[in-house]
């Protein structure tokens, strides 16, 4: 009779676990998120000028946060899938900002982008980053 009390102990300490891991992947895939809507604002405003900017800074925390989040769904995920899934990810990521400001479908997409990126306030996450 001692072995039942034991033994729900273990499930649910187990369920535990899994929601503690579910729930730092959220918090890694939130933060790509941030870094992927700040890389493109980031390149947008810098379409044709080719001026240094940060897009491949911002984008390099992005993955890195990425395959973190990854790694706690699956752990046992190569390389060659997350590297697939994140390329995914970014562009589907993109899609839905490019859709959700009619701003950026005009000729002052720079001027939109760089509004958008102040809002989302990316220069306080660079800051935070550096």
């Given at each position: 009779m001692k072995i039942k009390p034991l033994i729900l102990a273990l499930v649910f300490a187990s369920s535990v676990s899994q929601a503690t891991n579910y729930d730092i992947a959220n918090k890694y895939s939130e933060k790509?998120?941030?870094?992927?809507?700040?890389?493109?604002?980031?390149?947008?405003?810098?379409?044709?000028?080719?001026?240094?900017?940060?897009?491949?800074?911002l984008m390099k925390y992005?993955?890195?946060?990425?395959?973190?989040s990854m790694?706690?769904?699956?752990?046992?995920?190569?390389?060659?899938?997350?590297?697939?899934?994140?390329?995914?990810?970014?562009?589907?990521q993109q899609a839905l900002l490019w859709d959700a400001d009619p701003g950026l479908n005009t000729n002052a997409v720079k001027q939109e982008a760089?509004?958008?990126?102040?809002?989302?306030?990316?220069?306080?996450?660079?800051?935070?980053?550096e």
């Open positions: 790509a998120k941030v870094y992927v809507t700040c890389a493109f604002y980031e390149g947008l405003q810098h379409l044709s000028d080719f001026k240094e900017n940060n897009e491949h800074k992005a993955a890195e946060n990425y395959i973190k790694h706690e769904y699956e752990p046992d995920t190569n390389r060659e899938e997350l590297l697939i899934d994140f390329a995914s990810f970014t562009s589907a760089g509004r958008l990126y102040n809002k989302a306030n990316c220069p306080l996450l660079l800051d935070a980053i």
